[in-house]
Every structure is written in structure tokens, then in C-alpha cells.
């Protein structure tokens, strides 16, 4: 079974602090998504990947950026953390036949 | 933009009882839908997935039907039992086939 290790369960970091989110997976897919998930908002993607150092916007990319420089870690920062980014961050991976395996999660509380 | 909407929000059945969940997709090209579990404290698990090119799908309690025709697609869940208590996604494929796009979630309850 394909296994994607977030590196954090749980993380606070304070306003202002750049924060980084790992993502790793034992596979080889090509395709590497962070979503975010908030009460009543259902899952919204943030950027994906689709290949090495290339990066794609999902519907809300402002506050955040990523990095994939190696095929099996994809990593979301969020240059200058605010309380707005309190979340749940969620990393997926998938091959071309689409279906996702998704992280455990990282509940991440800006305060 | 494009844009899945999954009702209800929540949804509490008696054990054995049916649970039925539906969601609608606005985007024609969709073809690809996958349904996915999430337990507390974990990450979502894909369940059932169906393609536009077949109408229904089941694999044993759980079934997907799809009308491309309407663009609503639906989960159907038998004989309910409490383990299949959980918050449910839908989800559709976007228009460049690269992500999928998520509905709000269903958070089942199944009452023993």
C-alpha cells in the first residue's frame, strides 16, 4: 500500500513565523496535492504538483507557497503564518488513474 | 467556477437502515468520481470510485450511481452499521483532469 507520512500531527506556531509542512511518500506517483480543511468548507486545494520543481495553483494559493525538489516529498510554506491559516493540512498523491491516498493530517493552530 | 455541492450535511440513521448521500457537479466534462471516508483523527480514505462511462458501481454494502445526463452522482450504503459512522466526500475531477474537487462533506451517524 502506497503510505504518505506528514511529518507534524499537530503543530502551533506563532503570527508572522514561516512555517513549513512536510509531505513524503514511498511510492512513485507523480501527482502530490496539499489541501486544507475547515468545518463546513469541505476540502479546498491549495497547490499541486505534477513533477519535480513544477508546482500548480489550486483555488486558494495566496499566503502559501511549495516546494518539490525531489519525487517524493512535496513541502507547503507558508511564508508569514497568520490565525486565518489555523487548519487542518492535509497531503494526497496519485498516479494517472486519479484516485487519491491521502496523509493523516497536520493540525496546524496559528496563534 | 467549477463546483461540487453534496447533500445533506448530515445525516443519522438507525443500524441496518439505509443511508443514501448525493452530490452534483457543475462541470460537463467531469469524469471521474470517487467517494472517500474520513474517520476521526485520520485522513480521508478513498471507499468507491465510478467513471462517466458506466451508470452504476458497487462493491458489497456500498454502491455509486451516476446521471450524467442531471450531472448528480450518489452513494448509497446498506444495512448500516455503526463502524460506517464517519464523514463522507464526494468528490468530481476538474476541467484539466488535474485535481479533484471536493464536496462540503457528509458527517453520518448510525445509531445502534
Known amino acids: 500500500d502506497v503510505k504518505v507520512t506528514q511529518s507534524s500531527r499537530y503543530l502551533v506556531k506563532r503570527t508572522g513565523e514561516k512555517v513549513f509542512l512536510e509531505c513524503v511518500q514511498d511510492m512513485d506517483h507523480e501527482n502530490m496535492f496539499w489541501y486544507r480543511q475547515d468545518p463546513g468548507l469541505g476540502l479546498r486545494l491549495i497547490y499541486f504538483?505534477?513533477?519535480?520543481?513544477?508546482?500548480e495553483k489550486g483555488d486558494i494559493p495566496e499566503g502559501y507557497s511549495v516546494s518539490r525538489e525531489k519525487k517524493e516529498r512535496f513541502s507547503l510554506i507558508l511564508e508569514s503564518a497568520s490565525t486565518n491559516q489555523t487548519s487542518m493540512y492535509l497531503c494526497?498523491?496519485?498516479?494517472?488513474?486519479?484516485?487519491?491516498?491521502f496523509g493523516s493530517g497536520t493540525r496546524l493552530t496559528v496563534v | 467556477g467549477e463546483n461540487v455541492e453534496q447533500h445533506p450535511s448530515t445525516l443519522s440513521v438507525q443500524e441496518g437502515d439505509s443511508a443514501v448521500i448525493k452530490c452534483t457537479y457543475s462541470d460537463s466534462a467531469s469524469n471521474y468520481f470517487p467517494w472517500y471516508k474520513q474517520e476521526l483523527g485520520k485522513g480521508p480514505q478513498l471507499i468507491i470510485d465510478?467513471?462517466?462511462?458506466?451508470g452504476e458501481k458497487k462493491d458489497q454494502r456500498i454502491a455509486v450511481t451516476l446521471n450524467k445526463t442531471a450531472k448528480h452522482f450518489s452513494l448509497h450504503i446498506t444495512e448500516t452499521q455503526p463502524e460506517d459512522s464517519a464523514v463522507y466526500f464526494c468528490a468530481a475531477l476538474n476541467q484539466a483532469g488535474t485535481a479533484l474537487i471536493f464536496g462540503k462533506g457528509t458527517t453520518l451517524s448510525v445509531s445502534s
Open positions: 494526497a498523491t496519485s498516479t494517472a488513474n486519479y484516485g487519491y491516498t
Open positions: 465510478i467513471r462517466s462511462n458506466v
Open positions: 504538483s505534477y513533477d519535480v520543481k513544477m508546482k
